[in-house]
């Protein structure tokens, strides 16, 4: 078994957070698993911490941390040359407040020796890697690109994290600051060949299941499912957490949803931000685009 490079990202806002790893770290030692460990520093050091272990060499790379965690690792592995980076596997051990990509893949989240186990076992699937490309920089993403409320809500709750600590908290903060905020911006963008305009609270485009937003795409189909949501009364907006959790998101009456294996154009997305994977990406103007390449990345799963 080659030696594994794992990036350690803990989890913030929790109490004795390094027990966990602890735990892990264990595991790995019992089961003579050989590995070199890095722990990232904050402020996004998974990107550097990523494209340093590739650079050395490494060629599984294992994240313990979660879907933020996981996207800066990959925009690390996927700043070197594209034929270093074909040759990596990417594992995951969750360990973060969002382990949405996980969750599709039914890496318990609870239970990380099992996780561990799953990269032991080493089942490899290469799966779709999402590229959203704006004034010739590209940025990656495994799960899912936010346009609006939720790339605004987890621009909030990063923030909180500083004064309230705890996730719950920090959740909780960041969708009441949201109610007094504008909850809908103009967009302008094309899917299918079809031009798509008018005023959104939310537009998102999943390569899994996108935190229940796109509850139907896989990752291995070279599709995007896209979702609008649109007309955000109070009540309107209750009533769409709800069929969320539930499942029911896409019959809600706001909601249009889409699937397209071609290019998505955005012409404009007035003042709404933009998130991959839970990560708010700064800066993004129009126009931009968002493709799927079919089965570019090795990832280890059950």
């Not at 070279?222 to 609008?228: E, N, S």
């Not at 949803?257 to 955005?266: A, D």
């Amino acid at each position: 078994m080659e030696r594994w490079g794992i990036i350690y990202s803990p989890k913030s806002g929790v109490l004795r957070t390094h027990k966990r790893w602890e735990k892990i770290r264990r595991y790995l030692n019992e089961q003579s698993i050989e590995y070199d460990f890095v722990q990232s520093e904050g402020n996004g050091s998974e990107e550097r911490l990523g494209a340093m272990l590739v650079k050395n060499g490494y060629t599984t790379i294992v994240v313990v941390g979660g879907d933020g965690a996981l996207n800066r690792t990959l925009q690390g592995i996927l700043s070197v040359e594209p034929e270093i980076w074909k040759g990596i596997t990417l594992a995951i051990i969750p360990n973060g407040h969002g382990n949405d990509y996980a969750k599709f893949w039914e890496i318990d989240e609870d239970d990380p020796i099992a996780a561990v186990n799953v990269v032991i076992r080493r089942r490899v699937r290469k799966v779709d890697l999402g590229i959203l490309t704006c004034n010739e920089q590209k940025y990656y993403f495994l799960n899912c690109l936010n346009v609006g409320l939720v790339a605004s809500i987890m621009d909030i709750k990063h923030k909180t994290y500083r004064f309230w600590g705890m996730s719950s908290l920090s959740y909780l903060s960041s969708f009441l600051i949201m109610l007094f905020h504008r909850m809908e911006h103009k967009a302008r963008f094309s899917v299918n060949h079809e031009t798509i305009e008018g005023h959104f609270m939310n537009i998102c485009l999943g390569n899994a299941h996108a935190y229940g937003l796109t509850p139907n795409a896989v990752p291995y189909n070279g599709m995007l499912d896209v979702t609008t949501v649109s007309h955000p009364a109070i009540s309107q907006l209750v009533a769409g957490m709800y069929m969320l959790v539930t499942g029911k998101f896409l019959t809600h009456r706001n909601v249009r949803p889409y699937r397209s294996r071609q290019k998505i154009h955005f012409e404009e997305i007035g003042k709404s931000q933009v998130s991959l994977d839970g990560q708010v990406i700064p800066n993004i103007q129009c126009p931009f685009d968002v493709v799927v390449r079919q089965e570019q990345i090795n990832f280890i799963i059950p």
